[in-house]
C-alpha cells in the first residue's frame, strides 16, 4: 500500500515567510524605480552638508548655466548738424533781386538793384552784375526807345536852327551819342520839329590798375568794362582828373631811333602808337586845371592789353576806345585811376 505523505508544517511556515519577504523586496524594488532618487554631489571634506528637502519633482528647476557678459555695441554717434548758411549781405539780397527783375524783363528795376550791388559784391557775383548791367545799357541807354520810369534819358522837341553840338551842350553828352543813338547819319539830317532823346550826362570812368579794367558809368549806374594796358614801371598815375582834349588821330610825339630826337609821329605811319582816337587825362580846377602828358588812346599793340608797356598813358583796344571817345565829355566827365 502506498505511503501518503503528509506535509510538514515547518516546511509550510517557513515557504510562507520566504514567499512574503521575497514580495517585500519586490514591493520596494517597484517603488525605488518609480522614486528614484537624485544623485547627490559627494560631500565636500570639512563642510557641513546642507539639509535636503522632499520637492515635488516639478518644482525642481535645473540650475541655470552660466552666461557671457555682453558688452554693448554703442550707438552711432550722431551726425552733426549741417552749419546755418551765412546770412545774406544786403548786396548779395540786392543782386538776386536784380537778378530776377531782369530776367522778367523789368530792366528799370535791375538796373537800380544791381547797381547797388555792384558796391559791395565779390567775384563771381560782381562780375556777373557787371555782365547784366551791360546789357541793360544796350537795351536802356544805347538805343532811340525811352523806357517809362527811366531818370537817365528824356524826349528832347529839336528847334528851328538847332544842331546836335547845341542840342548836347545842358545834357553833358556827345553830339556824337546823341546821333548814334538817334540814328542821325550826319548833322544835317536833324530835323526841327522832331522829337529826338537825349541821356543825361556826364558819363564818368573809374580804372583799376591792378586788374588792368576800366569802367565806364552813367551816374551811379554801370555801362560797361574793358580791358585797358598801363604804363611801364607802374608809371600810370593814380587820383582824379577830368577828360581833357578829345583828339582824332593826333600827331604823337615820338624818337628817332638813330638820333635819339623828339619827333613827331603821324597816323598811318607804323610806329604810330595811338590808334585812332585819345582823350587826356587834364588836373581837377583844385589841382590847376592843366593838361598832364598822360591820356587814354588806342593801340597797334594790342598784345600789350593787360600789360605795363606804355610811357605812362592808358592803353584801349581801338574798337573800345572809340566807343569811349563818344561818351566821355570834355572838362566834364571825370577819370578816376585806383591803384586797386
Request: with cysteine; proline share 10%.
Amino acid at each position: 500500500m502506498a505511503r501518503v505523505l503528509r506535509p510538514n508544517r515547518i516546511g509550510l511556515a517557513v515557504i510562507a515567510v520566504a514567499a512574503a519577504m521575497v514580495l517585500v523586496v519586490v514591493i520596494f524594488w517597484v517603488r525605488g524605480c518609480r522614486e528614484k532618487p537624485q544623485a547627490q554631489p559627494p560631500a565636500t571634506p570639512g563642510v557641513a552638508e546642507a539639509p535636503t528637502f522632499d520637492v515635488p519633482p516639478e518644482a525642481v528647476k535645473p540650475p541655470e548655466r552660466p552666461t557671457r557678459s555682453v558688452i554693448p555695441t554703442p550707438a552711432p554717434s550722431p551726425k552733426p548738424a549741417p552749419a546755418p548758411a551765412p546770412a545774406k549781405t544786403v548786396y548779395e539780397r540786392w543782386y538776386e533781386a536784380g537778378r530776377e527783375a531782369f530776367d522778367s524783363g523789368d530792366y528799370i528795376n535791375a538796373r537800380n538793384q544791381l547797381s547797388q550791388a555792384l558796391k559791395g559784391l565779390e567775384n563771381p557775383s560782381r562780375l556777373n552784375a557787371k555782365m547784366q548791367l551791360a546789357t541793360i545799357a544796350n537795351k536802356l541807354t544805347f538805343t532811340q526807345q525811352i523806357f517809362p520810369g527811366d531818370t537817365t534819358a528824356e524826349s528832347y522837341h529839336v528847334k528851328q536852327g538847332e544842331t546836335p553840338a547845341s542840342v548836347v551842350k545842358d545834357f553833358a553828352i556827345t553830339a556824337e551819342l546823341f546821333m548814334k543813338i538817334n540814328n542821325i547819319p550826319d548833322a544835317r539830317s536833324m530835323m526841327a520839329g522832331k522829337n529826338y532823346k537825349v541821356i543825361k550826362g556826364p558819363f564818368r570812368v573809374v580804372i583799376h590798375k591792378k586788374s588792368f579794367e576800366l569802367d565806364v558809368f552813367l551816374g551811379d549806374y554801370f555801362i560797361k568794362r574793358c580791358p585797358i594796358g598801363l604804363g611801364r614801371n607802374n608809371s600810370s598815375p593814380v587820383g582824379e582828373f577830368l577828360a581833357g582834349s578829345r583828339l582824332e588821330k593826333p600827331p604823337w610825339t615820338g624818337e628817332d631811333p638813330k638820333t635819339g630826337r623828339r619827333i613827331l609821329v603821324y597816323h598811318g605811319d607804323p610806329n604810330y602808337p595811338l590808334g585812332n582816337h585819345w582823350i587826356s587825362l587834364r588836373e581837377l580846377p583844385e589841382h590847376g586845371g592843366k593838361e598832364t602828358t598822360n591820356g587814354i588812346h588806342g593801340t597797334n599793340e594790342p598784345e600789350t592789353i593787360g600789360a605795363q608797356a606804355s610811357r605812362g598813358c592808358i592803353r584801349m583796344l581801338n574798337k573800345d576806345m572809340a566807343e569811349l571817345f563818344d561818351l566821355l565829355v570834355s572838362g566834364q566827365s571825370r577819370i578816376t585811376l585806383l591803384d586797386d
